[in-house]
């Protein structure tokens, strides 16, 4: 019995040493390979070539900036910035703690109803852009939409490429919407007035919602608010019978806490009731051209009549003031 447990004992003794011992001293083959390498490396970092990236490398994908381009914060200026720029219609809407299934609720009956819109017709073999299946409702942050106002609107790259303290590359001039020159503008720059910045800016306040179009028609303008911000006469909400999903407590609790507050209209800023002149223009851009036409047809025909009757007046003078004067002579060759 002593014995047994003399090597039991002897066992745990070395499977103990075994397990202490440090692993850079068992020799094997791959043990060998990584103390070359590790070796060679060393050497490699005491030599004396220096070899150091460039000041003004940067990648295509990060150029430099004033803000770090890892962070969500630029990534949402620079998408920002596109869809003021790239987008000639956009509805802005305040909305208050809506769930996953309130928003899958409003897009849903958003879709539908845009949907219901017939596509414009095709002009001279040119085929319309298809505007339902790219409007878009999104959540947007309003801090960073409130800088990327401010870049679209108050930054010039141009200027501030010709300028000295502008900083520069082998690529040329650093003037890109994260550069310092663009956050050195929307610092210093005071904004005026009567710019479009100005009239938009009181309407960045708390959680807002954008509903983007990819065009100006105002055919989906008045579907669209049919369903988020309907109004009776105007744009009437889809009755029960057309349309019960529209009806269901989930969508009908949604739509409560949004709130039209006004929209970016080919780079105007319109209020509410502008954002329903919009959507009411009847027949489209084609109706509002019409009535364009009319209008200068008749401002046309108003200055052709003003033309005429004073030439036509000038005329009847001159031909009174002829059979005055053929008088007068035929009246003195009677007295010789």
């Known amino acids: 019995m ?37 070796r060679i490396q060393q050497a490699a970092a005491t030599t004396s070539v220096d070899i150091r990236v460039p000041i003004d490398h940067a990648p295509p994908t990060k150029p430099p900036s004033a803000r770090p381009v890892e962070t969500r914060k630029s990534q949402l200026i620079r998408t920002y910035t596109s869809l003021i720029r790239s987008t000639p219609l956009i509805l802005f809407f305040q909305h208050s703690n809506l769930t996953a299934v309130e928003w899958a609720a409003v897009r849903r009956e958003l879709k539908k109803a ?81 710019s479009a910045y100005a009239q938009i800016e009181p309407l960045m306040v708390g959680p807002i919602a954008a509903l983007t179009l990819p065009a100006v028609s105002p055919a989906h303008v008045a579907a669209a608010l049919s369903v988020l911000a309907p109004v009776p006469g105007k744009f009437p909400a889809p009755t029960r019978k057309k349309n019960p999903g529209y009806h269901d407590p989930t969508c009908q609790n949604a739509l409560a806490k949004l709130v039209l507050i006004g929209g970016r209209i080919e780079g105007k800023v319109f209020d509410q009731s502008g954002v329903n002149w919009v959507g009411g223009i009847e027949g489209g851009l084609d109706g509002l051209r019409a009535q364009l036409v009319s209008i200068l047809q008749g401002a046309g025909l108003g200055i052709t009549n003003a033309l005429e009757g004073n030439s036509r007046n000038l005329w009847l003078a001159l031909e009174g003031r002829k059979g005055q004067l053929e008088e007068q002579q035929g009246s003195k060759k009677v007295d010789e």
């Open 2 to 38: 002593s014995r047994e447990l003399v090597r039991s004992a002897g066992r745990c003794m070395r499977q103990v040493r075994k397990e202490s011992r440090p692993t850079g001293l068992v020799l094997t083959s791959r043990t060998r390979k990584f103390s070359s390498t590790y």
């Open 114 to 194: 845009i949907s219901t819109v017939p596509p414009p017709p095709t002009v001279h073999g040119v085929e319309p852009i298809d505007v339902a299946s790219k409007i878009q409702l999104q959540v947007l942050r309003t801090n960073m939409l409130n800088v990327a106002f401010k870049i679209v609107e108050l930054y010039n790259p141009d200027a501030a490429a010709s300028l000295a303290k502008t900083a520069r590359t082998t690529r040329g001039p650093l003037v890109h919407d994260l550069s310092e020159a663009a956050y050195e503008s929307i610092r210093n720059t005071p904004v005026p007035e009567d």
